[in-house]
């Protein structure tokens, strides 16, 4: 992607370190990489990497506006780390496909995820948290509950369900594990950082045997749908949209091969994001015991002991907003990457065509600049008529590549959230440390570890 104005004249850049920045020195602790650069260097930082890229990370509410909004023809996600990362498990699907293709897909996908067809899956969204909660508080009290790992698990059903209307009970643990190996081969990093890393081939190896197991039992799903139709009764899956798409251009419907991507890249995209920030919102409770009585008491007011209904989020203000919060605090995209297509400027310094430019929302989001007391965890932030300025709160990105599946995550993470918080109480299991750790998505370091009590017998 160079072009021949890059090699004539040396850029105008913008301030940064004079070294070639390693591998080693951003994977260290990449949060306090992202924040350090911001705070040294200002609103642009401009760095290069031992691969060869050259990096310009953005934080103010202005450039992120610019970046996220200049779509495709400017700065693309092609080449980025999710494309080199997701690519090779998901396929060309929604996620990591770029330019025309992406455009072509979007508009097939758009319609998955309507407000009234994924509003239809709320009451079995609810079951599958209350039959999460009753495990819970049956759990014995000498042993922790894995809440992350079992909150991972219970978005992986959920989205499974809503995309492919199977309940993944059926196909055993098989697609669980299966699920949770290609994660961990993914979280590794850059496969171009350590190419001859045993433990990289390792988990390679692992990655190929996982992903060959999600492929056949998704083929399974779509060769089974398709076969049986859709479900007489209850709410239409998602995967319907898909099945009865034409392409705009040539009338066809989508191939065995462009199925099989757009379903593994809604149900990879559409969990452990979820998960992550069903996640860190426990832990906040576990943390805040004022707040966390207050929701309980929100939750008894509007809904009782009756399982929690679509009807009733709208009056649960003060649980949405300690989502919204948790998600300032912890969101679980932490990083958003694209390439500039050409040579291009952004606040007046050059940016060759190929750099990387990067928008950090864990820096935007604790940045004292858009932020009273960063740090510190206050749901009331979201509880006034006006929300956060423009451009100063990503969780789900912004722009045309925004997240498909906003509006199912928050109906998702409101019933669970609401759901778990009026039926238990949550502590820190004993001794048990939370450290972010920055891998695909922003998780504890070591999972959550609760210890649970039962509040109410439903
Ligand atoms: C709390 C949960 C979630 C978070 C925090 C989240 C976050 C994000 C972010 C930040 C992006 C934009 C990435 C970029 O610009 O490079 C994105 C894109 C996307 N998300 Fe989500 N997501 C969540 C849940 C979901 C769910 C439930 C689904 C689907 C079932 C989903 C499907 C997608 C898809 C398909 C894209 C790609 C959109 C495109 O490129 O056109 N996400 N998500």
């Given at each position: 992607?160079t ?5 004539q004249?040396?850029?105008h ?6 070294h070639?920045v390693?591998?080693e020195e951003?994977?260290g ?7 350090s650069?911001a705070?040294?260097f200002?609103p642009?930082?401009h760095h ?6 050259q ?5 103010t509410p202005?450039?992120?506006r610019?970046?996220?909004l ?5 700065f ?6 999710d494309d080199y990362?997701l ?5 060309e699907?929604?996620?990591?496909s770029?330019?025309e293709q992406?455009?072509?897909?979007r508009e097939?996908?758009?319609p998955?995820f ?5 509003e239809?899956?709320?009451?079995q969204?609810?079951d599958a948290a209350?039959a999460?909660?009753?495990?819970w ?5 000498n042993?922790?509950v ?8 219970l978005?992986?059903e ?8 199977s309940?993944l009970s059926g196909v055993?643990q098989g697609?669980g594990?299966a699920?949770?190996?290609v ?7 850059d496969?171009?950082?350590?190419p ?5 081939i390792?988990?390679?190896a692992?990655f190929?045997r996982?992903?060959r197991?999600i492929d056949?039992?998704?083929?399974l ?7 049986l139709?859709a479900?007489?009764?209850?709410p239409?899956?998602l995967?319907s ?10 009338g ?8 099989r991507a ?8 559409g969990?452990?994001t ?13 943390q805040h015991?004022g707040?966390a009585?207050e929701?309980?008491n929100?939750?008894?007011?509007v809904?009782g002991d ?6 009733d989020?709208?009056?649960l203000?003060l649980?949405?907003?300690?989502l919204?919060?948790?998600m300032r605090?912890y969101p679980?995209i932490?990083v958003i990457?694209r390439r500039a ?5 952004l606040?007046g310094?050059?940016?060759p065509?190929?750099s ?7 820096v935007m989001?604790?940045s004292s600049d858009y932020w009273?007391?960063p740090?510190?965890?206050d749901?009331?932030r979201f509880l006034s008529?006006d ?9 789900f ?7 498909l599946g906003?509006g199912f995550?928050?109906?998702e ?9 009026q ?8 001794d048990h ?7 695909v998505t ?6 959550l ?9 439903p």
């Open positions: 992607m072009s021949p104005q890059s090699s004249r040396i850029p850049r913008p301030p940064g370190p004079r070639v390693s591998a951003i994977r602790d990449p949060l306090e990489f992202l924040t650069f705070d040294r200002g642009i930082s290069s990497t031992e691969q060869g890229d990096v310009y990370m953005v934080s202005d450039l992120v610019e970046i996220l200049a779509g495709e023809e400017r693309t996600k092609h080449e980025t780390a990362m690519t090779p498990l998901l396929g699907g929604l996620l990591t770029h330019g992406w455009r072509r897909q097939i996908t758009q998955m309507q407000r009234n067809r994924v239809q899956f709320a009451p969204i609810t209350v999460l909660a009753g495990r508080s049956t759990a014995s009290k042993e922790p894995h809440a992350d790992l079992d909150l991972t698990a978005a992986l959920v989205v499974a369900l809503a995309i492919l209307g309940d055993g697609f594990t699920v949770d190996a994660n961990a081969a993914m979280s590794h990093g496969p171009r950082d350590t001859d890393d045993p433990t990289v390792g988990h390679y692992a190929d996982a992903k197991t056949r039992i998704v083929a799903l779509i060769d089974a749908r398709k076969f139709g479900a007489d009764s209850g239409s899956d995967l949209v898909l099945l009865d798409a034409r392409d705009p251009a040539t066809e419907p989508l191939s065995a091969e462009e199925l757009q379903v593994m890249t809604m149900v990879m995209a969990h452990e979820t998960a992550k920030a069903l996640t860190w919102s426990l832990y906040l409770m576990t015991s707040v009585a929701v309980r929100e939750i008894d007011t809904v009756r399982p929690v209904s679509l009807g989020l709208p009056s203000g649980c949405r907003s300690v919204q919060e948790s605090l679980p932490w990457s297509v050409h040579d291009d400027q606040a310094f050059d940016v065509a190929g990387l430019v990067t928008v950090s929302p864990w989001h604790r009273p007391e740090d510190s965890f749901p009331s008529d929300g956060p300025a423009p451009f100063t709160y990503l969780p990105g912004g722009g045309p590549r925004v997240c906003r995550a928050q109906l993470a409101q019933l669970v959230f609401a759901t778990l918080c039926r238990l109480k949550f502590d820190l299991w004993p440390v939370i450290e972010p750790q920055a891998l922003l998780r504890p370091s070591n999972g570890l609760l210890s649970v009590e039962p509040r109410v017998t």
